[in-house]
């Protein structure tokens, strides 16, 4: 019925930048909050950056002054503009948002991308 889609990850050098975005497509008929969590190896899964409909955001310290999450409400899109990249950056990239999908009177319920894999090298 609906499924979130990233592209924009990649392979850059330590300082580098980055541009995630992420569309949710299929029959939406309502998005709210849209965030995006990363994964590295071994370690679990951790929020990145959220920002619900009307642009309220969150994000931990480690990524406050690097990474800005935005968003395209008409085009129910997500981005993530990464700068200052760092090694421990290295993950994949997971896009989740709360979707109505299937039908107007559908409950909002999360959906989870595939992810996109985000290497940095020192």
């Known amino acids: 019925q609906a499924h979130l889609v990233e592209s924009g990850g990649g392979f850059v050098q330590a300082g580098g930048s980055l541009r995630l975005s992420c569309v949710a497509s299929?029959?939406?008929?309502?998005?709210?909050?849209m965030a995006w969590y990363r994964q590295a190896p071994g370690k679990e899964r951790e929020l990145v950056a959220s920002?619900?409909?009307?642009?309220?955001?969150t994000a931990p310290e480690s990524v406050k002054g690097r990474f800005t999450i935005s968003r395209d409400n008409l085009k129910k899109m997500v981005f993530l503009q990464m700068n200052s990249l760092k090694p421990e950056d290295t993950a994949v990239y997971y896009c989740?948002?709360?979707?109505?999908?299937?039908?107007?009177?559908?409950?909002?319920?999360?959906?989870w991308g595939q992810g996109t894999q985000v290497t940095v090298s020192s």
């Open positions: 989740t948002a709360s979707l109505r999908a299937g039908a107007w009177y559908a409950s909002f319920r999360d959906y």
């Open positions: 299929g029959d939406v008929f309502g998005v709210s909050t």
């Open positions: 920002i619900t409909s009307g642009g309220f955001v």
